[in-house]
């Protein structure tokens, strides 16, 4: 059974950073494709970041210089380093594994918050 576990979120102020991580176990994480994604109240989810198997990397322009997406496969994670948060970061954070179907996290509270 895959399951995929979030943590790292909280209070932050503007400006201010934090770093998620995903740990990712019962498969092979090293062929999984990550992501994180991102739900605000009252609007729908959206991809905030990816990273392929092999490390190719993608961003949502909202958050382009900003955040990082990373993954070390010797500890089946995948992280999130996000640096000058705003208050319009505020949602909660997704983990998503791709393989032979998508596996999901149960997300963790980012606050932005002066």
């Known amino acids: 059974q895959v399951q995929l576990v979030e943590s790292g979120g909280g209070l932050v102020q503007p400006g201010g950073s934090l770093r998620l991580s995903c740990a990712v176990s019962?498969?092979?994480?090293?062929?999984?494709?990550m992501a994180w994604y991102r739900q605000a109240p009252g609007k729908q989810r959206e991809l905030v970041a990816s990273?392929?198997?092999?490390?190719?990397?993608n961003y949502a322009d909202s958050v382009k210089g900003r955040f990082t997406i990373s993954r070390d496969n010797a500890k089946n994670t995948v992280y999130l380093q996000m640096n000058s948060l705003k208050p319009e970061d505020t949602a909660v954070y997704y983990c998503?594994?791709?393989?032979?179907?998508?596996?999901w996290g149960q997300g963790t509270q980012v606050t932005v918050s002066s």
């Open positions: 019962g498969s092979i994480f090293r062929a999984y494709n």
């Open positions: 998503k594994g791709v393989y032979d179907r998508d596996y």
């Open positions: 990273i392929t198997y092999d490390r190719r990397t």
